[in-house]
Nanobody, 124 residues
């Protein structure tokens, strides 16, 4: 069983930066690919980016490319989402999720474990 806890959300002005953290419990977390998703009320959960268990491969949705970076520190069981040049449209609840699949995936249905989410609000 894996439990995920996100932190680092908050209120930031447009153009600013935030770094979200996702700490995973359980000795297997470091072996799971991990993704970041976001959700706005009334909308479907949206893929942001993902990383393999080693961190050597990543995948980003178009809105995140060139602005967001995912990294991980397996010694600390932590995955990060560095968000730069934030825009008001980035405002959402951000979730991390872990999948036991051995490949990167954008489908939330393939992620078995989810955190509780952290709110990111970007003001204009």
């Amino acid at each position: 069983q894996v439990q995920l806890v996100e932190s680092g959300g908050g209120l930031v002005q447009a153009g600013g930066s935030l770094r979200l953290s996702c700490v995973g419990s359980g000795r297997l977390f470091s072996y799971y690919a991990t993704g970041w998703f976001r959700q706005v009320p009334g909308m479907e959960r949206e893929f942001v980016g993902s990383t393999t268990w080693s961190g050597s491969n990543t995948d980003y949705a178009d809105p995140a490319k060139d602005r967001f970076t995912i990294s991980r520190d397996n010694a600390e069981n932590t995955v990060y989402l560095q968000m730069n040049s934030l825009k008001p449209e980035d405002t959402a609840v951000y979730y991390c999720a872990a999948t036991t699949n051995g490949y990167l995936t954008r489908s939330p249905n393939e992620y078995a474990y989810w955190g509780q989410g952290t709110q990111v609000t970007v003001s204009s």
